[in-house]
T-cell receptor, first 112, second 115 residues
Framework: DGGITQSPKYLFRKEGQNVTLSCEQN?????MYWYRQDPGQGLRLIYY???????QKGDIAEGYSVSREKKESFPLTVTSAQKNPTAFYLC???????????FGSGTRLTVV | DQQVKQNSPSLSVQEGRISILNCDYT??????FLWYKKYPAEGPTFLIS?????DKNEDGRFTVFLNKSAKHLSLHIVPSQPGDSAVYFC??????????????FGQGTILTVHP
């Protein structure tokens, strides 16, 4: 069964720590995306990658980093430089813009 | 600058009636529009889309209307059902560049359908 898997579903981070959110897809999609959801602000694009070993900053990339070493994987690292990291993080992939995105089930990150 | 706006944070509708969710955009380069439905603690799921060459697209109870001159689109759900209660996001993409096209999302509208 093809899809996108995000892990963990819930993640707690202490102030000053880096954490990495996992995103894996077996849809053979070239493009992958990371969005952040905050109440009242919809989904905001953090980073995206259209091909292996290449990625671009989205609208709110500060304090985040990504890698795309494999087609199937697009992990997101939330660094200590991200001032307000508590949010719901969504990973998505696409094969063509007319097909839209397939989303993962999300990771809820809470800073404690 | 919010290029895609959903100005109604919430909408409450009686079961069986019509739900109309609205979305406005400012970027004239957008030529493909989508609606996603999202339940709490889950990822959004694709609902319906429309290309700018059309002004209407229908799929069962869901119809999306596009008014290019007004840069406005709407999603109609008829008849509304309690299971439709969720957050609805509209999204837009522009052609040009690669074929993948990153999506720009609105803020979402919480739809509540009362039995």
């Amino acid at each position: 069964d093809g899809g996108i898997t995000q892990s963990p579903k819930y993640l707690f981070r202490k102030e000053g720590q880096n954490v990495t959110l996992s995103c894996e897809q077996n849809l053979n999609h070239d493009a992958m995306y990371w969005y952040r959801q905050d109440p009242g602000q919809g989904l905001r694009l953090i980073y995206y990658s259209q091909i292996v070993n290449d990625f671009q900053k989205g609208d709110i990339a500060e304090g985040y980093s990504v890698s795309r070493e494999k087609k199937e994987s697009f992990p997101l690292t939330v660094t200590s430089a991200q001032k307000n990291p508590t949010a719901f993080y969504l990973c998505a992939s696409s094969i063509h813009r007319l097909e839209g995105y397939t989303f993962g089930s999300g990771t809820r990150l809470t800073v404690v | 600058d919010q290029q895609v706006k959903q100005n109604s944070p919430s909408l409450s509708v009686q079961e069986g009636r019509i739900s109309i969710l609205n979305c406005d955009y400012t970027n004239s380069m957008f030529d493909y529009f989508l609606w996603y439905k999202k339940y709490p603690a889950e990822g959004p799921t694709f609902l319906i889309s429309i290309s700018s060459i059309k002004d209407k697209n229908e799929d069962g109870r869901f119809t999306v209307f596009l008014n290019k001159s007004a840069k406005h689109l709407s999603l109609h759900i008829v008849p509304s059902q309690p299971g439709d209660s969720a957050v609805y996001f509209c999204a837009a993409s522009a052609s040009g560049g690669t074929s993948y096209g990153k999506l720009t999302f609105g803020q979402g509208t919480i739809l509540t359908v009362h039995p």
